[in-house]
């Protein structure tokens, strides 16, 4: 039976845009879909596979440091020492973006397409693209 147990990536693919549409592409590796256009785009990067496999997590329910010696994320781990499982799951690259109202530094999740955001310190609304 394994345990609810998630621990979140310190590594993240770069950035990549869609070669049809220009826009930001998922965040991830291998068979991606543009949520812009529909075009589908292998993506495959040898150094952040590298870093994956040299990843050095926390278990969650002991707390040892393990390498997690896996080339891919959402990834299923046991930790050698007390026999938990756990998932380590993709990085969520968040991006700082600047409320054009008051000028403060907004931290959000970069996801690919439009978003309309209302500053939560002057209520100014204003789009994001990514």
């Known amino acids: 039976m394994t345990d609810e147990h998630v621990v979140e990536s310190r590594v993240a693919p770069p950035p990549l845009s869609c070669p049809k549409c ?10 991606l879909d543009c949520t812009l256009c529909d075009a589908r785009v292998r993506v495959d990067h040898q150094a952040t596979r590298r870093k994956w496999m040299e990843e050095k997590v926390p278990c969650p ?11 891919h994320r959402p990834a299923e781990l046991k930790c050698g020492s007390c026999e938990a499982f756990f998932t380590l799951t993709p990085s969520v690259p ?10 403060r530094n907004l931290r959000m999740k970069r996801r690919p397409g439009k978003r309309e955001i ?5 209520f100014t609304e204003f789009v994001v693209h990514f």
């Open 118 to 122: 209302a500053c939560p310190a002057c």
């Open 61 to 71: 329910a002991c707390t040892k440091v393990l390498v997690a010696g896996v080339d």
């Open 22 to 31: 220009d826009g930001l592409l998922p965040s991830g590796l291998g068979e």
């Open 94 to 103: 968040r991006v700082e973006v600047e409320c054009p109202g008051c000028n």
